[in-house]
C-alpha cells in the first residue's frame, strides 16, 4: 500500500509559480510511475504529467508543456510539480497518483488547491 499526500497548493497571480511536492508513504515510490492530474471546478480530471520510475522520460499536457516540470528525487520518495506562467485556467484541485504505469493511477493523494488569479 502506498499513501500519498500532495502540498505546495495555494492562491498565486497569473505568472507567478508554485512548486506541489508529492511525498508518499508506505512503500517505496522508485518502483512507480507517477502522475500529477488536476480537476478544476467545472470540468473532468484530467492528466497534467508523468515520470518514469527512474526519472528519465517524462510527458506532458500539451496546455501545460513548457511551463510546468515533473520531476522525482527517489531518495526522499517525493515527487515535484514546478509550475510556472501560471494562468488562470490552471486553477484545479491537483492529485498525484502512482501507478505501474503511467495514467494507471494505482494509489492516489488526496489533492492539493491551486488558485490562480487573474
Known amino acids: 500500500q502506498v499513501q500519498l499526500v500532495e502540498s505546495g497548493g495555494g492562491l498565486v497571480q497569473a505568472g507567478g509559480s508554485l512548486r506541489l511536492s508529492c511525498a508518499a508513504s508506505?512503500?517505496?515510490?522508485?518502483?512507480?510511475?507517477m502522475d500529477w492530474f488536476r480537476q478544476g471546478p467545472e470540468n473532468e480530471r484530467e492528466f497534467v504529467a508523468t515520470i518514469n520510475s527512474g526519472g528519465d522520460w517524462t510527458k506532458y499536457a500539451d496546455s501545460v508543456k513548457g511551463r510546468f516540470t515533473i520531476a522525482r528525487d527517489n531518495t526522499k520518495n517525493t515527487v515535484y510539480l514546478q509550475m510556472n506562467s501560471l494562468k488562470a485556467e490552471d486553477t484545479a484541485v491537483y492529485y498525484c497518483?502512482?501507478?505501474?504505469?503511467?495514467?494507471?493511477?494505482?494509489?492516489w493523494g488526496q489533492g492539493t488547491q491551486v488558485t490562480v488569479s487573474s
Open positions: 497518483a502512482a501507478g505501474i504505469h503511467y495514467n494507471t493511477g494505482n494509489y
Open positions: 508506505g512503500r517505496t515510490l522508485s518502483r512507480y510511475y
